[in-house]
């Protein structure tokens, strides 16, 4: 069965939930596609029309995305493979807070 894509309403709230998870509101911005004219803050409207576009562009690329294994490596494993934490430059760094 193919995922039925979110509706602009959908995305919309989708987006205000995240964002006020963070502490963003987007009603503190101009109603409308209009540019405030004394702070230059984006209208609502533009806004919700950007962080829809880049949802739909990026989530799903992103979300289908899988390391790359190795050569020769069983598909049933490449797949857990691809589940793994990414390599860090300096893993004592996170390893350090775990150990307390």
């Given at each position: 069965m193919t995922p039925v894509p979110p509706t602009d309403a959908e995305l919309d709230t989708f987006i205000r939930?995240?964002?006020?998870?963070?502490?963003?509101?987007?009603d503190q911005l101009p109603p409308g596609t209009t540019a405030d004219p004394v702070t230059g803050s984006p209208g609502r409207d533009s806004v919700l029309a950007s962080l829809r576009s880049f949802v739909?562009?990026?989530?799903?690329p992103l979300a289908a995305y899988q390391m790359p294994a190795p050569a020769g490596t069983d598909p049933a494993t490449?797949?857990?493979l691809s589940q793994q934490p990414a390599p860090?430059?300096?893993?004592?760094?996170?390893?350090?807070w775990r150990d307390r």
């Open positions: 939930v995240r964002l006020a998870s963070l502490g963003i509101d987007l739909r562009s990026t989530v799903t490449a797949m857990a860090m430059l300096y893993p004592s760094i996170s390893t350090e």
